[in-house]
């Protein structure tokens, strides 16, 4: 079974926690993102990586972190600092060029309590 | 500054009536690619379709076609004889050369009636 996962699919966090959100690949992609929906509005890019041990940010990257160690992994930690991280997270790949298509996880609903 | 600009919120339609999705968008750019992605309401951002900027022939997919028109900036998306399956939020996004984001427009919840 190939493609995209990511977990856990819904995450329940009390204030001034951490909590980390899963994206894993098997499509060989060497981009991985992390992009934040809220309701009525498109997707927010918050992090992306185009190669192992590197990762940039994106447009709303505070209150965030990632990590990839791995290339089939890009983990997404929200912290405390994030003010308001209800939302609903996605994970993409991507395998060539900056224009290539991007290819989406099933997402992580987080919210806190 | 780049900019995708879905201005229909919601549509509804009665199942087999054709609808068509609007996307205008924005770049000072020559070269550029735009993108149509299904959200049902599993939540995964399905992929429809990947344009670039200088191919302005409209494509057809089985039900599914685009309208490219470069003089109006727009990338329409139409939906031929829609059935219930359709029912989800469309996003259309643009994609420059050495940009590491997808620039999305907010999108259009379509909702067909049974």
């Known amino acids: 079974d190939g493609g995209i996962t990511q977990s856990p699919k819904y995450l329940f966090r009390k204030e001034g926690q951490n909590v980390t959100l899963s994206c894993e690949q098997n499509l060989n992609h060497d981009a991985m993102y992390w992009y934040r929906q809220d309701p009525g509005q498109g997707l927010r890019l918050i992090y992306y990586?185009?190669?192992?041990?590197?990762?940039q940010k994106g447009d709303i990257a505070e209150g965030y972190s990632v990590s990839r160690e791995k290339k089939e992994s890009f983990p997404l930690t929200v912290t405390s600092a994030q003010k308001n991280p209800t939302a609903f997270y996605l994970c993409?790949?991507?395998?060539?060029?900056?224009?290539?298509?991007?290819?989406f996880g099933p997402g992580t609903r987080l919210t806190v309590l | 500054a780049q900019k995708v600009t879905q201005a229909q919120t919601e549509i509804s339609v009665v199942e087999k009536e054709d609808v068509t999705l609007d996307c205008v968008y924005e770049t000072r750019d020559t070269t550029y690619y735009l993108f149509w992605y299904k959200q049902p309401p599993s939540g995964e951002l399905v992929f429809l379709i990947r344009?670039?900027?200088?191919?302005?022939q409209n494509e057809i997919s089985g039900r599914y076609s685009w309208n490219f028109q470069k003089s109006t900036s727009s990338f329409n998306f139409t939906i031929t004889a829609s059935q219930v399956v359709d029912s989800a939020v469309y996003f259309c996004?643009?994609?420059?050369?050495?940009?590491?984001?997808?620039?999305f427009g907010t999108g259009t919840r379509l909702t067909v009636i049974p």
């Open positions: 990586s185009q190669i192992v041990n590197d990762f």
């Open positions: 996004a643009l994609s420059l050369t050495g940009a590491n984001n997808l620039f």
């Open positions: 344009r670039n900027s200088f191919d302005e």
């Open positions: 993409a790949t991507r395998r060539g060029v900056s224009t290539d298509t991007q290819y």
